[in-house]
């Protein structure tokens, strides 16, 4: 297949034959970036372990996605409070349900405190198929509704092995305005993360480049996909 001038220089910029470092490989993604909008920065990770559904989890990004995230909270009473004053999008209870069962589908995130689950679990046909159903295992079904609006907010993403092995997770931007006080992460829920020793291959890529392999064993993070440096 013929490609055009912009990615052909793009490609010849990365050699094949080297496993780069996390931070050099970023840097490398920065580099070639030819499109006029800012492309989706990709991680994709093969995973060696004999039960792949174990490797699940969520995690909170050093500087978030570099895309904000609308967040539906489904409780009641005081819980409705919290959950607007920690930055919900979306707050209810059957109403936003009896929404949900009409076609409105307006928010990326579910979160519902267990008294809400009994109705929630009706909307398993709508919110399965689209991967929003609340889990008490990703920390979505919860008491602490500030909690998990403010990482859900602030970059939290969720992940798990395919069929096949491969963790496919969109990590951010390679460049941004957006610039986060927060400068750790952190493992939050998470089933089982999969640690070097259960990775066989990683790679980095943005939606117009092609990835870029790294060494899973480098202690280095995504912390510079956000930052305009």
Known sequence: MKRGKKI??????VDKTVL???ED???L?????FSKFNETVEVHVKIVHKSFQNIRGAVTLLAGTGKEKKVLVICKGDKQKEATAAGADHVGAEDVIDKIKGGWID???VVATPDMMKEVGKLGPVLGRKGLMPKPATGTVTDDVAGIVKELKGGRIEYKCDKTGVVHVSVGKPISTRRSSQRTSRPSSTRSCAT???MRKATISSRCISARPW???SKSTTRGLNDNG
Not at 8 to 13: D, F, H, L, N, Y
Not at 29 to 33: A, G, I, R, S
């Open 25 to 27: 490989a970023v840097k």
């Open 29 to 33: 993604l920065k580099e070639v970036k």
């Open 215 to 217: 060494a899973p064993e």
């Open 107 to 109: 928010f990326d995130a």
């Open 20 to 22: 780069y470092a996390l």
């Open 196 to 198: 070097s020793r259960r």
């Open 8 to 13: 052909a220089v793009a490609r010849e910029k």
